[in-house]
């Protein structure tokens, strides 16, 4: 036991698995709190899609009225989506290009520019901010995760 | 390779990373199974999403009348939802977290209640169980994956 | 740290290890090309959610005509939410599985089939191809997915 727990130690120990296991959580609680700002905008918007969840407004149409949708509502719901569309590539392809034994430096800089532009592109979904912000923002981060599939399938391809 | 196999079987070995496989595989296959679930409800209910799936129930207006929404299969389709957005963190998180070391029975713990909570969530949701039933099945899920995510930042935090 | 380096090295020199990486980065980049197609798609067919994309077109009644749903659009929009419903489990239990020694031929077999079968389902709902068609391609990567979680918690069940 005490030898595999080195051996997991070793792998966590690794500065670039490190790295990612840092930006990976950050980008992952960023998206998870996309559904508290769900909520909130729910709540305070009135604004429900079940009818249980209507209950404690009452019964029948006074209770009916508030299963609906919602600007603001739909405008979270939107970011979050499109976090879940960018985000689990980020995951899979950033693990394995962390695995695949990248540069320190380059894999950091992956990382915190991803990082930095999924926030932004929140930022820039929730204000809003006038467009291109949000567009920049999503190329950002989509052209890091290209850039990494690319360097991960020139060290790994096995077809 | 035999020594490389050797090396993978030791992490496999480790009680935390098989107890994570375990338990990430029961959620992902519970995912899984509301796919099946959605693919009823649109057939029992003919409420189709595609002119092309209408096509076994005739031509024109006959079948075009299937292309709708309907509320059983649109309350799958959001618990569907629901699990991806909470699920992918609890993938993402849960395995760094499992390869940072933690205690088995504080991994387990967390495992476990995560996976109990996300099946509550589908029967709050499915049922539909009253509210706050669904609402704090999510609430749990939720947390368990904060804590892990703490515990994971406090092992690696690598800026 | 070479030290480390090296055990790392071995991981991804694993074959079924690289194996998966090159699939796992394959089934992604599908996968984030969805966005590009919804982009062409909201761009050619005019069709937007948000008001800050439609500014360009001019402002008030002008612009506001353009924040609709298109068919083409909805359709992209499904494949998109389907290949992350389907995805998300193949590379959670498919890594697992990877790690967990399985034969090369075997694992090569269940990545290329998983693979081949949502490039079919694209082009199956994008064409798109008459039924059966779409729901086949989605079945076989289905199948493939349960197959590999079988055999993972054959391999490590730990409760």
């Known amino acids: 036991r005490s030898e595999e727990m080195a051996k997991l130690t070793q792998l966590i120990d690794n500065e670039v698995f490190r790295a990612f ?13 996309m559904s508290l700002i769900t909520a909130y905008f729910r709540i305070t918007r009135k604004a429900f899609a079940n009818p249980e969840d209507t209950a404690s407004f009452g019964k029948g149409e006074s209770a009916k009225k508030f299963l609906r949708t919602d600007q603001d509502v739909e405008r979270v719901r939107r970011g979050h989506l499109n976090d879940l569309e960018n985000i689990v590539p980020f995951l899979g392809i950033g693990l394995l ?51 990494m599939a690319y360097q991960l399938l020139k060290a790994v391809l096995y077809l």
Chains 1, 2, 3 share one sequence.
């Open 21 to 33: 296991a840092t930006y990976a959580t950050i980008v992952l609680l960023k998206m998870m709190l």
């Open 97 to 147: 290009y962390a695995l695949s034994g990248p540069e320190l430096y380059t894999a950091l800089l992956h990382f915190r520019i991803f990082a930095g532009a999924r926030i932004t592109h929140t930022f820039a979904y929730l204000i809003p901010l006038p467009q291109p912000g949000r567009g920049l923002s999503w190329v950002v981060g989509y052209a890091v995760t290209i850039s």
